[in-house]
Nanobody
């Protein structure tokens, strides 16, 4: 059984910072692309940023220069450093990882963590 567990969400004032973590566990052979997505109330889930196993990244224009994705392959963990947060960044943040096990290769999702940016 593979699990993705996120942590680090919370309430922060505009201009503040948060760091999210997402750790994968289970009978994992390898993890390819990892990424963060978010879903605000009444909106569809959207891509925030992704990172390949080799460290190549892509990001939505709305977060470029403010959010940084990184990963620790030895720990099967992906991070999202969020700086200069804005009220419009308020959403549930989900991590996703393409995980290879002995039986399947599949996109797994975390349970989500709430980020609220408000004064």
């Amino acid at each position: 059984q593979v699990q993705l567990v996120e942590s680090g969400g919370g309430l922060v004032q505009p201009g503040g910072s948060l760091r999210l973590s997402c750790a994968a566990s289970g009978r994992i052979i390898s993890i390819n692309a990892m990424g963060w997505y978010r879903q605000a109330p009444g909106k569809e889930r959207e891509l925030v940023t992704t990172i390949t196993r080799n460290g190549m990244t892509t990001s939505a224009d709305s977060v470029k220069g403010r959010f940084t994705i990184s990963r620790d392959n030895a720990k099967n963990t992906v991070y999202l450093q969020m700086n200069s947060l804005k009220p419009e960044d308020t959403a549930v943040y989900y991590c996703k990882a393409y995980i290879v096990t002995a039986y399947v290769a599949y996109d797994y999702w975390g349970q989500g963590t709430q980020v609220t940016v408000s004064s």
